[in-house]
């Protein structure tokens, strides 16, 4: 639906100069919201104003309006009087954000990603989830952070989002750590808390508002409360979106405090279903196969005939010519036995093998999040078995689970390498050597060799010429102090666990355990099922019923004590806000008077700029010209010593040229007088054949 209104459209203001704009403004969001005013902020960070003209209201009812926004903008360091004569525009204002929206918009940009010494003084370990899917995609994340975490309660509205609050305080045997590692379900964001201007503020772990932000953060909020656009006791939940896009769900004080503790889902499970509340029966059809002869002869007939195709193409082959050396053959046969020792690898790859969890005292959390995440049936099972063993080099114990993966399934369930960065780089996950597992297959009297998953022993465990156990007793038994309590006992199943020393050195550290004394992990972690199944009903002494209520009269002092604090903290940060806001308001009206005397020596400045500017301008003309002239005068220069270097050549070349015209015009007198003695004498003879003639 269109929403097209004759609108103001204010002149846009730069990134900068935004905060000083809405931070002048923040007084007045009242009349801003009255007039309903826009304010849309662009990625890059600049904010364009729309103050659409409302039919209801007389033409200068905006005028209280448009000077407190000619003050904004003089707080901005823009002119009051760009706001002059502004041209209405036909503007669709329906998918124009409105003034809470920009102003929560511009708060979510003062969101930084380095939270790390920023974090509030919330509860340790208070966080939230929002929830963005599906229900059934609700209902396992639900039930994951539940498993993992303690005090969940949650809220759901159905259609938007699922709130969750719980504590993930390790120090409760929270382990959220693990699902973090392993990834978190699509549509589900983790919100810390952040208190500012007397309100609770729920941003993404690791992101806060930087120290230089938090007073104008706070500015701008009260000024939100104080006009009404929200709510002292609502909490904001900034939930990021793709390309830094955010929604900001609010959630009231009084919901807040109702959400329900997911203790109450146990009190709302309904029965089996119903009948018509099944789903449709399936079907399935029942064939019933019997020989038939006279199909049998009809497809004989078939594949003997001619026309039918089948059978095989024949053709000849040239066989290259084959050298006969041992060599060659030699060759062939170690190919024969490297593909030998490939089948008999992939085939132990194949077979079912028992596996080995291997865990410090530091990679513990990591056994209590594998085990969490497991269903409580087969977390129970006997196929699970565990014990500890101690070490010469280590004053702490090594704990170890071998389950058989047909059994219980702990692959996908724990995250190794998240464990291993946070709690010391060991392996945890531990198989049998592929070679000692085929020479276990044919006796089954050997000792099992434990190696880290996807690794295998070099050179062969098996090809050493004696039997593993053979091979193992001669080179590792006197390693060890106490060998010969597990190697000599008839009753003792011995493993040897091979893997790389911490601290990435090519050293080879080896274990050596009695599988035997491996016992139901249910029955040998006490200390797990106190953590895993607290909730499950159990008699316990009076020893135990004592020091429980030990522990529960400390934690209620400590909450007590707890509360108190936060009460009187509480009372001092509202002090401290009001103190700000106070300090914040004579520091404004100094910075308005100091504001007023930068303006001015500001124009000045602009003024002595532009003469500055035209100065330049008339020097640089005169620098061309003069740089004009002095190229001329340089190639006159020029002209003149090529000139001086010509004139004695020149006059040279007059001096022959003058000798040659002189000595051209003697040669040219000498041959007058020739041709008019040579004329002359034939004048003469012309005479004498005249007088001939006449005497003739």
């Known amino acids: 639906m269109s929403l097209k209104r004759d609108t103001l459209v204010l002149p846009r203001l730069r990134a900068q100069a935004v905060e000083p704009f809405l931070l002048a403004l923040a007084p007045h969001l009242a009349l801003a919201a009255q007039m309903d005013l826009r304010l849309r902020l662009d990625p890059g960070g600049s904010l364009l104003a729309l103050l659409p003209k409302r039919i209801d209201l007389a033409p200068g009812d905006a005028a209280p309006l448009l000077g407190r926004l000619a003050q904004a903008f003089e707080a901005a360091g823009r002119l009051a009087s760009e706001l002059e004569r502004l041209p209405t525009q036909g503007r669709d204002l329906q998918g124009e954000p409105s003034l809470t929206e920009g102003i929560l918009a511009f708060l979510w940009s003062r ?289 170890f689970v071998l389950y058989d993966p047909d059994l219980v399934q702990f692959e996908g369930v724990l995250p190794e390498f998240y464990w291993r960065a946070v709690s010391g780089d060991t392996p945890i996950t531990f198989w049998l ?117 030990e522990t529960l009269y400390a934690g209620q002092l400590a909450r007590d004590l707890r509360k108190t604090m936060s009460g009187e903290v509480e009372g001092l940060r509202l002090e401290w806000q009001q103190a700000q806001v106070e300090l914040i308001h004579c520091l404004d009206r100094l910075s308005d008077a100091v504001a007023d005397e930068v303006r001015g020596l500001q124009a000045q400045l602009d003024t002595a700029r532009r003469f500055i500017d035209m100065a330049q301008g008339r020097l640089a003309q005169v620098t061309g010209s003069l740089n004009g002239l002095g190229t001329a005068l340089g190639g006159l220069d020029q002209e003149m010593v090529a000139i001086a270097e010509e004139l004695p050549d020149m006059a040279a070349a007059r001096l022959a040229f003058f000798q040659q015209y002189g000595a051209e015009m003697a040669a040219g007198d000498r041959i007058m007088r020739d041709a008019e003695t040579e004329i002359a004498a034939m004048n003469d003879r012309i005479g004498a054949l005249r007088d001939r003639l006449e005497l003739d």
């Open 433 to 549: 050597d592929p070679h000692a597992e085929e020479a276990l297959a044919s006796d089954p009297d050997e000792p099992m060799v434990f190696v880290p998953h996807g690794q295998r022993i070099l050179p062969y465990i098996d090809s050493f010429g004696s039997s593993v156990s053979g091979t193992l007793r001669l080179v590792l038994g006197n390693l060890f102090a106490d060998a010969s309590a597990v190697l000599d006992d008839s009753q003792a199943q011995p493993a040897f666990v091979f893997s790389h020393l911490a601290g990435g050195r090519d050293e080879i550290g080896v274990e050596l355990l009695d599988l035997a004394r491996f016992a139901p992990l249910k029955l040998s972690l006490r200390w797990i099922n106190e953590h895993i199944l607290a909730s499950s009903p159990r008699v316990a002494d009076p020893e135990e019923l004592r020091e429980l209520a």
């Open 111 to 399: 969101v930084t990603g380095t939270a790390a010494d920023q974090q509030d003084d919330a509860a340790p370990g208070a966080i939230r989830a929002v929830v963005e899917s599906d229900e059934d995609a609700r209902a396992a994340v639900l039930s994951a952070i539940a498993r993992r975490s303690r005090d969940v309660r949650f809220m759901t509205d159905g259609a938007a989002a699922t709130v969750l609050e719980f504590d993930d305080d390790p120090a409760r045997g929270a382990t959220l750590v693990g699902l973090r590692a392993g990834g978190l379900p699509a549509g589900v964001t983790l919100l810390r808390h952040h208190g500012l201007a007397a309100m609770s503020l729920w941003l993404p772990e690791g992101r806060a508002f930087a120290v230089q932000d938090r007073v104008a953060v706070s500015e701008l909020l009260n000024g939100l409360a104080d006009a009404g656009l929200l709510q002292r006791d609502d909490e904001l939940h900034f939930v990021p979106g793709f390309n830094d896009e955010c929604r900001v769900l609010v959630l009231s004080g009084e919901a807040s405090a109702e959400m329900t503790p997911v203790e109450a889902l146990a009190r709302t499970i309904t029965g089996a279903d119903l009948p018509d509340e099944t789903g449709p029966a399936l079907r399935m059809q029942v064939l019933h196969l019997r020989p038939d002869a006279e199909a049998q002869q009809d497809l004989n007939r078939r594949l003997n005939d001619r026309s039918f195709p089948l059978g095989y193409r024949i053709s000849l082959d040239v066989i290259r010519d084959l050298s006969r050396s041992e060599e060659d053959v030699e060759k062939l046969r170690a190919e024969i036995d490297e593909r030998e020792a490939r089948i008999a690898l992939i085939q132990a790859l194949g077979r079912p093998q028992l596996r080995l969890l291997r865990f410090s005292d530091a990679q513990l959390p990591a056994l209590v999040d594998g085990l969490r995440r497991m269903p409580r049936a087969l977390r129970e099972n006997a196929g699970l078995r565990y014990a500890a063993s101690h070490a010469a080099d280590r004053a702490e114990p090594a704990h």
